[in-house]
């Protein structure tokens, strides 16, 4: 009798298709990274320790705090927060957990001591360092900027270099407008909104950048009234949520921002300044702002 050997191994492409799936819960411009989180945790650990086992004992603090600094605000004790993917992504068919608990409760994660780890198959295929990678990268550009995404990697335990330089299989998007940069840094002067750096080197800008206040990857528009130019300190903390608009148009400041030095304390003068747009310049149009307020900012504001 001749024994056929089926080969169930997974090919990458049905590995990248299978993570790229987790996208259609972001329908709407709601931000919920949850199960991104999640596979992204995941992956660092596979990638550190050859498996993607978690102990929801051990981790589920970690993933808590990922979905707290990179999440959406909300009010959600972390532990719920924690609960909702991890019991939750089971239904995607790329997760397992190693007894039945019911979706969404706490109590019996905590108690039964349960552990979560991507399916088998899929774990196996994503052994190959070079397809967690693409991956990792295909997932965290799917839901965060190129401000937050390396953040988001090193919190995670992956090496944002490797990820973030390795090519894969692109996945379908909406086409960028090339111009619309140096269209957003004209409009602006070439100067920070927030600030007023303007640096230069020769006859290039240095220092600061077109910043999408309505992300890219959640529909927001290459247009001038979805853009700010902001240096890249700003930048980056606009898109972290310690910085916002209202729509009087003046900058707040997240309650939840610390720092312990006064240079850092600097952030807090920024608080209800206006921005002061050049005549002619396209202002943020409210819609924009009403979305980064309610998906990004880390709310509540600064007290005036």
């Known amino acids: 009798m001749i024994h056929v050997v089926i080969d169930e191994s997974m090919s990458p492409d049905e590995v990248l298709a299978r993570l790229s799936s987790l996208r259609q819960h972001t329908r709407g411009g709601k931000r919920s990274p949850h199960k991104p989180l999640l596979v992204l945790l995941a992956l660092g650990r596979l990638t550190t320790t050859g498996t993607s086992t978690l102990s929801w004992t051990a981790d589920a603090g970690k993933l ?8 959406p605000p909300s009010t959600t ?11 939750r992504l089971r ?12 979706m969404d409760r706490v109590q019996p994660l905590s108690t ?4 979560g780890r991507l399916d088998p198959k899929l774990e196996q295929a994503l052994r190959d360092p070079d397809l967690a990678a693409a991956a ?10 190129p401000t937050v995404a390396p953040d988001v990697l090193t919190a995670v335990g992956l090496d944002p270099d490797a990820v973030l330089s390795v090519t894969s299989t692109p996945m379908p998007r909406r086409h960028r407008q090339s111009s619309w940069p140096a269209t957003v840094l004209q409009a602006w002067d070439r100067q920070c909104a927030f600030c007023g750096f303007d640096g230069q080197l020769g006859a290039a800008t240095v220092g600061v950048e077109a910043a999408h206040i309505r992300w890219f ?14 240096c890249s300190l700003h930048h980056k903390l606009f898109d ?9 148009l003046r900058i707040t400041v997240s309650a939840k921002f610390t720092s312990r030095t006064t240079t850092g304390r600097t952030v807090y003068q920024l608080h209800q300044r206006p921005l002061v747009p050049r005549p002619g310049t396209t202002p943020p149009a409210p819609a924009h702002i009403t979305w980064h307020t ?11």
């Open 64 to 71: 808590a705090d990922l979905i707290r600094d990179f999440g």
């Open 77 to 87: 004790q972390p532990a719920q927060a924690a609960a909702y993917p991890f019991t």
């Open 91 to 102: 239904s995607d068919g790329i997760w397992t957990l190693d007894r039945d608990v019911p």
């Open 112 to 115: 039964e001591k349960v552990l």
């Open 136 to 145: 990792a990268r295909r997932l965290v550009e799917s839901e965060f900027p």
């Open 217 to 230: 990857a959640f529909d927001g528009p290459d247009t001038p009234d979805n853009g700010l130019a902001l």
């Open 240 to 248: 972290h949520g310690v910085l916002g608009l209202n729509h009087e």
């Open 294 to 304: 309610r998906e990004v900012f880390k709310s509540p504001a600064l007290t005036t």
